[in-house]
């Protein structure tokens, strides 16, 4: 009696050609990148510029982990990146209670917790 192959392996011999060569090039896998299902605001990742309500400028990166996440994380000083989720289609919030509004791919709105301190950025070319 032969062994059964897994059934991962089992699934492979069905799609395989049986006389295939072995040095057949397999296709690189396409790169993984966030994007937003209908009706949803996606974000370029990068360098974002923005103005504080003082008149300073802010810079962060953002980046679009995964269509429902978004980090950022400031440049003024050693911070960790702020995990803000999506609650809305172009609403993301951080556990604090801040909000990132999406208003395209390549411009957000930062609100505090009360909504009172909007600072608008806009990606860096």
Not at 22 to 40: L, S
Not at 70 to 83: C, D, E, G
Request: charged share 20%; proline share 10%; with cysteine.
């Amino acid at each position: 009696m032969r062994p059964r192959l897994p059934l991962p392996c089992r699934a492979l011999l069905c799609v395989l050609p049986m006389n295939a060569p072995a040095d057949t090039p397999t296709p690189a896998p396409k790169p993984r990148v966030a994007q937003a299902e209908a009706g949803q605001v996606g974000l370029v990742s990068g360098t974002y510029v923005g103005t504080w309500v003082d008149g300073r400028r802010l810079v962060v990166t953002a980046q679009m982990l995964t269509q429902d996440m978004i980090t950022l994380q400031r440049h003024a000083y050693s911070s960790a990146p702020v995990t803000f989720r999506r609650v809305a289609p172009t609403l993301f919030q951080d556990r604090d209670g801040n909000t990132l509004t999406l208003v395209s791919p390549v411009h957000l709105v930062w609100r505090d917790l009360r909504g009172r301190t909007p600072v608008s950025y806009a990606r860096e070319e």
